[in-house]
């Protein structure tokens, strides 16, 4: 089993628990959120997860 990602911010995959991938993500400086893919080969097949990661909460303050 492999998992590749297709960008930087999705790292760290971790094969060590049966039958599951963990990975480690990047926080989101961003006002917007961010997809990037995930590939998970096992011999010929291959499976592709979407990841979408919540944006950056702007601080809004108000006066009255």
Do not use: M, P
Not at 24 to 45: A, H, P, Q, S
């Amino acid at each position: 089993v492999e998992a590749t990602a297709n960008v930087e911010w999705i790292h760290s995959f971790d094969y060590s628990n049966s039958n599951k991938i963990s990975f480690k993500t990047d926080t989101n400086l961003l006002f917007e959120e961010r997809v990037g893919t995930i590939t998970v080969t096992y011999g010929e097949v291959n499976d592709t997860v979407t990841v979408t990661q919540s944006c950056r909460q702007q601080n809004r303050s108000h006066k009255g």
